[in-house]
């Protein structure tokens, strides 16, 4: 059972390689693999409570670069990833500098490089490496005032090894404007068990945001794990419940969010492109009190490959330029 789990790391979504990795895997990974990860001990995690910065400047207008990236941090012998880990995490975490909050999935056992070479002022605290830590951490060049983890109270198969979850950071982009941002990683695989699972933690997530950021203005990103095309997948409700617009469907898809598709087959996630779902979604929801506008959606090839060309991880980060403005406000 250990070793079938362990294959399913490898391998979370519909694209799975062949059988000689897999016997390599279950030969040296049971037990190396990780006992990489059990040597980090979790830490004990710091809620942030209303550390508002009184000193922030007044604005009422604003532009943010921001990025979500699954960074493919499990252990060296449990990745995907085809390159060296702590380097590529470490050349990962140099080259989002420029975006002004960043949202990571997988940063499990290669944090204190990805933090080696950032310099965003504001960092979540990593909680760990495999099993301990659930893989999310948040960048900002804005004050975290508030933060929390939770996890899926659902899970299946490898998933349950890691308290995989959402986290919420409440961020201050002026003195008087908050915003509220999630990141996300939902379960993985497609089997009937997963899909129940992943359909519980978009429920789980939908109350949350529904009891802690009720009327806020909101920011999603992450790798949801679910597509609109697949037929079982309830990301479609989930968008539509919570008031959120996807910004690959405004800006990249003329609007139109896609229908169910029978036989579903989704894109590698390496092949992922500005003209197809992918399953690492940035959302955004307006409040009454402030706008956004969404400028500019992309999805990231050369920035993360390293001199040879290869993908510093085995997802592509997607980004967006994102405009906000205080309602009533005139340009």
Avoid at 28 to 37: D, E, I, P, S
Avoid at 63 to 82: D, F, K
Avoid at 318 to 329: E, K, N, P, R, Y
Wanted: charged letters at 20%.
């Amino acid at each position: 059972m250990l070793n079938s789990m362990l294959l399913d790391l490898l391998f979370e979504k519909r694209f799975r390689s062949g059988g000689v990795r897999k016997i390599v895997i279950l030969a040296v990974c049971a037990f190396g693999g990780l006992t990489l990860g059990f040597k980090l001990k979790p830490r004990k995690q710091l809620k942030l409570m209303n550390m508002v910065d009184a000193e922030m400047p007044e604005k009422s207008q604003g532009s943010l670069r921001l990025l979500t990236y699954n960074i493919a941090g499990l252990p060296e012998l449990l990745s995907s990833a085809v390159t060296e880990r702590s380097s590529s995490i470490a050349v990962i975490g140099e080259r989002i500098n420029p975006f002004d909050i960043v949202n990571v999935q997988e940063d499990f056992n290669y944090n204190k490089f990805l933090y080696s070479k950032n310099t965003h002022a504001y960092r979540t605290e990593n909680m760990g490496g495999v099993p301990f830590g659930d893989g999310l951490s948040t960048l900002s060049k804005y004050p975290i005032v508030d933060f929390e983890r939770v996890s899926w109270s659902a899970c299946h198969g490898t998933d349950c090894l890691t308290p995989k979850g959402f986290t919420f950071a409440r961020i201050q982009l002026a003195k008087s404007v908050f915003v509220d941002v999630y990141n996300v990683h939902a379960t993985a695989q497609d089997d009937f068990e997963a899909t129940v699972a992943r359909r519980k933690n978009l429920d789980q997530l939908k109350a949350y945001i529904r009891e802690h950021s009720a009327g806020r203005p909101l920011l999603l990103m992450g790798d949801f794990n679910a597509h609109y095309s697949f037929a079982l997948d309830n990301v479609t409700s989930f968008r539509q419940e919570l008031g959120l617009t996807d910004a690959w469907v405004a800006l990249k898809n003329q609007g139109r969010v896609p229908e169910n598709q029978a036989n579903f087959v989704a894109q590698a996630a390496l092949e992922l492109t500005d003209t197809c779902e992918g399953i690492d979604k940035i959302y955004y929801r307006n409040s009454s009190q402030l706008i956004f506008k969404a400028n500019d959606y992309k999805v990231h090839k050369e920035l993360f490959r390293n001199s040879a060309g290869q993908d510093l991880s085995d997802h592509c980060a997607v980004s967006l330029q994102l405009d906000w403005i205080l309602a009533g406000t005139s340009n």
